[in-house]
């Protein structure tokens, strides 16, 4: 069956990088396309992009501090957002195109 | 950037039928635009319901349907029950670039 599991929790200070991972299972990975989301605490959905053959979409707001990579090797995606600030406190989601299959999400904190 | 919008709120009664609907800023929805339906439920991960319009997955109950209706994606549920109490998301792809969120529909079940 198709899984996305994430990789755990990150506690970061303001100005850091975070690095989430997407470890994807049961399909061909290199058919589909994976997505980025964000939850803030208590707020909606917000996408912030998408990656398919190497080819990247990013959110306008994030463009500059975000880049999302794939490792065919692996069939894992990953999602490095850069100069985090206090408000990029959310839980991270990494979504498979064509279908919506989630990972179960990763929390990352940006904390002084 | 468009912007998506849903009902903020909405109620149905047990065993009712209720629709929610998801517009775009730019116009008429399209199924090239690919909306998805997004349940999510109190400290759980979102679950996809419905994709490219009226997909439905496996572990999508049968009383949840997706369409377009007046230039709208909408979400029709026949036969509400409590458990389906939850926040729903709407998602339209733009261009084949990006995607936008609606900003939810928290459903109650009363």
């Known amino acids: 069956q198709v899984q996305l599991v994430q990789s755990g929790a990150e506690v970061k200070k303001p100005g850091a990088s975070v690095n989430v991972s997407c470890k994807t299972s049961g399909y061909t990975f290199s058919s589909f396309g994976i997505v980025w989301m964000r939850q803030a605490p208590g707020q909606g959905l917000e996408w912030m992009g998408w990656?398919?053959?190497?080819?990247?979409n990013y959110a306008q707001n994030l463009q500059g501090r975000v880049t999302m990579t794939t490792d065919t090797s692996t069939n894992t995606a990953y999602m490095e957002l850069r100069s985090l600030r206090f408000d990029d406190t959310a839980v991270y989601y990494c979504m498979r195109t064509h279908g919506g299959y989630w990972g179960q999400g990763t929390l990352v904190a940006v904390s002084s | 950037q468009a912007v998506v919008t849903q009902e903020p709120s909405l109620t149905v009664s047990p065993g009712g039928t209720v629709t929610l609907t998801c517009g775009s800023s730019t116009g008429t929805v399209t199924s090239g635009q690919w909306p998805y339906w997004f349940q999510q439920k109190p400290g759980q991960v979102p679950r996809t319901l419905i994709y490219d319009v009226d997909k439905r997955h496996s572990w999508t109950p049968a009383r949840f349907s997706g369409s377009l209706v007046g230039g709208k994606a909408a979400l029709t549920l026949s036969g509400a029950q409590p458990e389906d109490e939850a926040d729903y998301y709407c998602?339209?792809?733009?261009?084949?670039?990006?995607?936008?969120f609606g900003g939810g529909t928290k459903l109650t079940v009363l």
């Open positions: 990656i398919y053959h190497g080819i990247t």
């Open positions: 998602s339209l792809s733009y261009s084949r670039t990006h995607a936008v």
